[in-house]
Protein backbone atom coordinates (compact mmCIF):
# COMPACT_ATOMS: atom_id res chain seq x y z
CA UNK A 1 0.00 0.00 0.00
CA UNK A 2 2.77 2.48 0.48
CA UNK A 3 4.03 2.23 -2.51
CA UNK A 4 1.17 2.37 -4.33
CA UNK A 5 0.78 5.63 -2.23
CA UNK A 6 4.18 6.77 -3.18
CA UNK A 7 3.96 6.13 -7.04
CA UNK A 8 0.63 8.44 -6.81
CA UNK A 9 2.28 11.00 -5.31
CA UNK A 10 5.38 10.90 -7.65
CA UNK A 11 3.00 10.95 -10.72
CA UNK A 12 0.94 13.84 -8.96
CA UNK A 13 4.15 15.65 -8.53
CA UNK A 14 5.48 15.05 -12.37
CA UNK A 15 2.38 15.85 -13.86
CA UNK A 16 2.23 19.07 -11.61
CA UNK A 17 5.85 20.35 -13.09
CA UNK A 18 4.55 19.30 -16.62
CA UNK A 19 1.03 22.01 -16.34
CA UNK A 20 3.66 24.17 -14.68
CA UNK A 21 5.70 23.91 -17.55
CA UNK A 22 3.41 24.21 -20.27
CA UNK A 23 1.43 27.37 -18.52
CA UNK A 24 5.51 28.77 -18.65
CA UNK A 25 5.37 28.25 -22.28
CA UNK A 26 2.16 29.47 -23.08
CA UNK A 27 2.92 33.05 -21.34
CA UNK A 28 6.34 33.36 -22.85
CA UNK A 29 4.67 32.41 -25.89
CA UNK A 30 1.66 35.33 -25.72
CA UNK A 31 4.44 37.72 -24.37
CA UNK A 32 5.02 41.45 -25.36
CA UNK A 33 7.40 43.82 -24.48
CA UNK A 34 4.68 46.32 -22.80
CA UNK A 35 2.98 43.38 -20.66
CA UNK A 36 6.53 42.38 -19.56
CA UNK A 37 6.95 46.01 -18.33
CA UNK A 38 3.41 45.81 -16.35
CA UNK A 39 5.32 42.74 -14.74
CA UNK A 40 8.36 44.71 -13.68
CA UNK A 41 6.40 47.63 -12.76
CA UNK A 42 4.52 45.69 -10.31
CA UNK A 43 7.79 44.17 -8.64
CA UNK A 44 9.29 47.59 -8.22
CA UNK A 45 12.75 46.40 -9.41
CA UNK A 46 15.13 48.14 -10.94
CA UNK A 47 15.79 48.30 -14.74
CA UNK A 48 17.81 49.43 -17.21
CA UNK A 49 16.86 50.58 -20.65
CA UNK A 50 18.38 51.33 -23.55
CA UNK A 51 16.72 53.66 -25.85
CA UNK A 52 16.66 55.10 -29.83
CA UNK A 53 18.48 57.78 -28.73
CA UNK A 54 21.24 55.75 -27.96
CA UNK A 55 21.23 56.34 -24.02
CA UNK A 56 21.46 53.93 -21.07
CA UNK A 57 18.74 54.84 -18.26
CA UNK A 58 18.66 53.39 -14.86
CA UNK A 59 15.68 53.32 -12.36
CA UNK A 60 12.50 51.73 -11.38
CA UNK A 61 9.51 51.52 -13.35
CA UNK A 62 7.00 53.92 -11.57
CA UNK A 63 4.16 53.49 -14.25
CA UNK A 64 3.32 52.14 -17.27
CA UNK A 65 1.05 53.77 -20.10
CA UNK A 66 -0.32 52.44 -23.46
CA UNK A 67 2.08 53.64 -25.01
CA UNK A 68 5.03 54.58 -22.68
CA UNK A 69 6.85 53.75 -19.14
CA UNK A 70 7.94 56.21 -16.96
CA UNK A 71 11.50 55.18 -14.96
CA UNK A 72 12.04 56.89 -11.89
CA UNK A 73 15.86 57.65 -10.76
CA UNK A 74 17.28 59.35 -7.86
CA UNK A 75 16.95 62.90 -9.39
CA UNK A 76 14.64 63.12 -12.41
CA UNK A 77 11.53 60.99 -13.91
CA UNK A 78 12.22 60.11 -17.81
CA UNK A 79 8.86 59.23 -20.05
CA UNK A 80 10.19 56.97 -22.62
CA UNK A 81 7.87 55.85 -25.07
CA UNK A 82 7.84 51.69 -26.16
CA UNK A 83 8.62 52.22 -29.90
CA UNK A 84 11.86 54.29 -28.46
CA UNK A 85 13.01 51.17 -26.43
CA UNK A 86 15.69 49.16 -27.97
CA UNK A 87 16.62 46.88 -24.70
CA UNK A 88 15.27 46.63 -21.19
CA UNK A 89 17.20 44.99 -18.95
CA UNK A 90 15.86 43.72 -15.45
CA UNK A 91 18.05 43.77 -12.37
CA UNK A 92 16.29 41.13 -10.42
CA UNK A 93 18.04 38.42 -8.41
CA UNK A 94 14.41 36.43 -8.93
CA UNK A 95 13.64 33.07 -10.73
CA UNK A 96 10.55 33.44 -12.25
CA UNK A 97 10.81 35.52 -15.05
CA UNK A 98 8.09 38.56 -16.05
CA UNK A 99 5.26 36.55 -18.16
CA UNK A 100 4.64 39.46 -20.03
CA UNK A 101 0.73 38.80 -21.80
CA UNK A 102 -0.42 41.71 -19.66
CA UNK A 103 -3.01 43.97 -20.90
CA UNK A 104 -1.80 47.53 -21.04
CA UNK A 105 -4.04 50.50 -19.06
CA UNK A 106 -5.69 52.83 -21.44
CA UNK A 107 -3.97 56.36 -20.63
CA UNK A 108 -1.62 57.72 -23.42
CA UNK A 109 1.94 59.13 -23.21
CA UNK A 110 0.69 62.42 -24.56
CA UNK A 111 -2.15 62.12 -21.19
CA UNK A 112 0.30 61.66 -18.92
CA UNK A 113 2.85 64.89 -20.59
CA UNK A 114 -0.76 66.96 -20.92
CA UNK A 115 -1.36 66.58 -17.36
CA UNK A 116 1.98 67.56 -16.49
CA UNK A 117 2.28 71.08 -18.68
CA UNK A 118 0.26 73.15 -16.29
CA UNK A 119 3.13 72.77 -13.70
CA UNK A 120 5.53 74.29 -16.14
CA UNK A 121 8.39 71.65 -14.80
CA UNK A 122 11.75 71.82 -16.20
CA UNK A 123 12.41 69.22 -19.08
CA UNK A 124 15.13 67.37 -20.95
CA UNK A 125 13.77 66.32 -24.51
CA UNK A 126 15.94 63.91 -26.53
CA UNK A 127 13.93 63.27 -30.22
CA UNK A 128 14.87 60.89 -32.94
CA UNK A 129 17.45 61.88 -35.35
CA UNK A 130 18.97 64.37 -32.87
CA UNK A 131 21.70 63.21 -30.04
CA UNK A 132 21.07 66.64 -28.31
CA UNK A 133 19.14 66.65 -25.46
CA UNK A 134 16.59 69.83 -25.61
CA UNK A 135 15.99 71.57 -22.33
CA UNK A 136 13.36 73.77 -21.50
CA UNK A 137 9.71 74.58 -19.91
CA UNK A 138 7.29 72.07 -21.01
CA UNK A 139 4.51 74.47 -22.21
CA UNK A 140 1.61 72.53 -23.84
CA UNK A 141 0.77 68.50 -24.84
CA UNK A 142 -1.62 67.91 -27.73
CA UNK A 143 -3.02 65.17 -29.20
CA UNK A 144 0.13 64.55 -31.47
CA UNK A 145 2.12 68.06 -30.36
CA UNK A 146 4.19 68.51 -27.59
CA UNK A 147 5.38 72.70 -26.95
CA UNK A 148 8.53 73.22 -25.44
CA UNK A 149 9.74 76.95 -24.44
CA UNK A 150 14.02 75.87 -24.95
CA UNK A 151 15.86 77.80 -22.12
CA UNK A 152 18.03 79.60 -25.19
CA UNK A 153 19.30 83.26 -25.47
CA UNK A 154 17.08 84.53 -26.55
CA UNK A 155 14.41 81.79 -25.50
CA UNK A 156 12.05 80.32 -28.45
CA UNK A 157 9.25 77.95 -28.36
CA UNK A 158 9.61 74.50 -30.46
CA UNK A 159 6.35 72.61 -31.18
CA UNK A 160 7.33 68.70 -31.15
CA UNK A 161 5.60 65.62 -32.89
CA UNK A 162 5.54 63.49 -30.23
CA UNK A 163 6.07 60.33 -32.85
CA UNK A 164 9.82 61.57 -32.65
CA UNK A 165 10.12 61.86 -29.25
CA UNK A 166 11.99 58.84 -27.39
CA UNK A 167 12.47 60.47 -24.13
CA UNK A 168 11.18 63.40 -22.28
CA UNK A 169 13.27 63.69 -18.47
CA UNK A 170 11.37 65.54 -15.50
CA UNK A 171 14.11 67.16 -13.53
CA UNK A 172 13.21 66.83 -9.73
CA UNK A 173 14.35 70.94 -9.49
CA UNK A 174 14.21 73.23 -12.27
Known sequence: MARLVAE????????????ERALRAA???DATLAGVIVDLAERAEP???????????TGR?????????????????TYIPL????VLRARTRRADEPAGSRSMPA?????????????????????????????GELRAVGADVLTLRLAADPPT?????????????VFASG
Do not use: F, K, Y
Request: proline letters at 3%; zero cysteines; glycine letters at 4%.
Open 27 to 29: ATT
Open 83 to 86: SAIV
Open 107 to 135: VSLAAVLAALAPERPTVGLMVAGDPTMWR
Open 8 to 19: QRNEDAARTRAR
Open 47 to 57: VAVRTTAGRSL
Open 61 to 77: LLAVARDAVALEAADAT
Open 157 to 169: TAHVALTQVSELT
